[in-house]
């Protein structure tokens, strides 16, 4: 509130270029321009993570997308067949979380936007070619923990900005989902 009527006592002195009163509408523009402005840089979108894949050395599989099941936001299923049938490997976002779904949601908006991240990551899935991830050992669930990139986008970062996944910078503190 201070720096609107800051604009307002500035902008209602003489613009000192040509000595004319700024009109009311001047004003109002200017103001409301500068908030929007402010408002568009103030967001909670995390910086977009680099692809871990494209560095010298990095092991990382690729797979077409085809393959490749969104089990939830932060789950995924890739599915190959092999001699032996048909091989499922879960893999594992690492560092992003995602609302849970059913029983496993902490309140039932959770539940719902749960039910909107498996709707979107499966959009976002048929949208891309290819599935890009680089593997870092298990979770205590036995899935294989992952940066995972959508046609060299991190899956992470593009849910999160439709507010669909949040970073998850600590292991024993999950991101809240509730509130």
């Given at each position: 509130?201070?720096?609107v009527?800051q604009?307002?006592?500035?902008?209602?002195?003489?613009?000192?270029r040509?000595?004319?009163?700024?009109?009311r509408h001047?004003?109002c523009?200017?103001?409301?321009?500068?908030l929007c402005?402010?408002?568009?840089?103030?967001?909670?979108?995390?910086?977009?993570?680099v692809?871990?894949?494209?560095?010298?050395?990095?092991?990382?599989?690729?797979?077409?997308?085809?393959d490749?099941?969104?089990?939830?936001g932060?789950?995924?299923?890739?599915?190959?067949?092999?001699?032996?049938?048909?091989?499922?490997?879960?893999?594992?976002?690492?560092?992003?979380?995602?609302?849970?779904?059913?029983?496993?949601?902490?309140c039932?908006?959770?539940?719902?936007?749960?039910?909107?991240?498996?709707?979107?990551?499966?959009?976002?899935?048929?949208?891309?070619?290819?599935?890009?991830?680089?593997?870092?050992?298990?979770?205590?669930?036995?899935?294989t923990?992952?940066?995972?990139?959508?046609?060299g986008?991190?899956?992470?970062?593009?849910?999160?900005?439709?507010?669909l996944?949040?970073p998850?910078?600590?292991?024993?503190?999950?991101?809240?989902?509730?509130?």
């Open positions: 509130m201070f720096q009527k604009f307002q006592t500035t902008f209602g002195q003489l613009d000192g040509s000595g004319a009163r700024l009109t001047m004003r523009s200017i103001i409301l321009s500068t402005l402010a408002a568009c840089g103030a967001s909670d979108l995390p910086p977009k993570p692809n871990l894949c494209v560095e010298a050395g990095a092991r990382c599989v690729n797979a077409p997308v085809r490749v099941l969104a089990v939830d932060d789950t995924f299923e890739l599915q190959r067949l092999t001699d032996r049938g048909t091989e499922r490997i879960r893999l594992r976002l690492i560092g992003w979380d995602s609302p849970e779904t059913g029983n496993s949601a902490g039932p908006a959770e539940d719902e936007l749960g039910q909107k991240v498996e709707a979107y990551a499966k959009e976002l899935f048929a949208e891309s070619q290819t599935l890009t991830f680089k593997p870092e050992g298990n979770d205590r669930f036995g899935r923990r992952a940066h995972v990139y959508l046609d986008t991190h899956i992470g970062w593009l849910l999160a900005k439709q507010g996944s949040k998850w910078l600590s292991e024993t503190v999950k991101p809240v989902w509730c509130e």
